[in-house]
């Protein structure tokens, strides 16, 4: 199959059983992205979506973008964009002209209490599989827990806690280096 169509269909996938936002769509990432594709490592997948959550817009179309580019280039960022963005588009263009009402009926409100249960669930297996590959040592683990709690308590704004984390590992890092200590 060929890589542009394969990427479209993929990423058409990730956006038209995804539920919940941009979270929701992690475990979707990684079985097709990581496990399934091989377009991305665990590690790299964690990359692009920590990225993806610290600039402006939509999270699932920001990772769709990096992972596209760094697969395709420019090419195959508009291919992964259309293809995440694509179901969601055509899902509301025909919600919005056959059911004025739709988010008002019964059971589509049933069903998406369900469906807001099950995205937790998924969204907390992924969590937890990328702290298990993304913390590779004690000082990841005292940097995550720290930066949980300022979290948890939105003591900080959330890029303030990843530029945060993100210097406070390059000065370890930078520490460890110059101590001959292996990273």
Known sequence: MNIYLDMFITFAKIGAFTFGGGYAMLPMLQSEIVE?????????????????????????VNTASFIGYYQKGILGTIVATSGVVFP???????????????????????ALSGIRIAVCILIMQAVIKMIKSG??????????????????????????IVI????????????????GLKS
């Open 135 to 160: 913390i590779k040592d004690t000082y990841g683990w005292i940097i995550f827990a720290i930066a949980l709690v300022f979290s948890y308590f939105q003591w900080l704004p959330t890029i303030l």
């Open 36 to 60: 399934k594709k091989k377009w991305a490592t665990d590690d790299e997948l964690l990359d692009y979506f920590a990225v993806g959550q610290c600039t402006p817009g939509v999270i699932a």
């Open 88 to 110: 969601s588009l055509v899902i509301i263009i025909l919600i919005a002209s056959l059911l004025s009402n739709f988010a008002e009926l019964e059971i589509v409100q049933h």
């Open 164 to 179: 945060l984390a993100a210097g406070t590992g390059i000065l370890i890092q930078a520490i460890k280096t110059k101590r």
